[in-house]
Nanobody, 128 residues
Framework: QVQLVESGGGLVQPGGSLRLSCTTSGFTLDYFAVGWFRRVPGKEREGIAYLRTNDGSTYYEDSVKGRFTISRDKTKNTVYLQMISLTPEDTDDYYC?????????????????????WGRGTQVFVAS
């Protein structure tokens, strides 16, 4: 029942920073985790970062550790992905998603298959 809309994508130079937003609407109380993914052509969406809503726990894939930060503002119904030290390899379409299933092990959210609702994506292009 939740709806997601990503924003904040665009063109940024290598080494630059960008903050993506994912605004949620509708019935949002039934999801237990939110994640950021990016499209990998020929494969399923690649996970980036995850946040479990009950305790705010986060988990990051190795490729973005130390560079990306996921956070959530409950008041604004918005999830953010702060990205720094961007490289051309970060160029992709970025998606946020919510999962309706609770897992004690946050690493279970590394699989896109456990997410139920997806936004339409926002494009990030890193180039000079």
């Amino acid at each position: 029942q939740v709806q997601l809309v990503e924003s904040g994508g665009g063109l940024v130079q290598p080494g630059g920073s960008l903050r993506l937003s994912c605004t949620t609407s509708g019935f949002t109380l039934d999801y237990f985790a939110v994640g950021w993914f990016r499209r990998v052509p020929g494969k399923e969406r690649e996970g980036i970062a995850y946040l479990r809503t009950n305790d705010g726990s986060t988990y990051y894939e190795d490729s973005v550790k130390g560079r990306f930060t996921i956070s959530r503002d409950k008041t604004k119904n918005t999830v953010y992905l702060q990205m720094i030290s961007l490289t051309p390899e970060d160029t992709d379409d970025y998606y946020c998603a919510t999962a309706d299933t609770f897992f004690q092990d946050i690493t279970r959210y590394t699989s896109p298959r456990v997410f139920d609702t997806w936004g339409r994506g926002t494009q990030v292009f890193v180039a000079s």
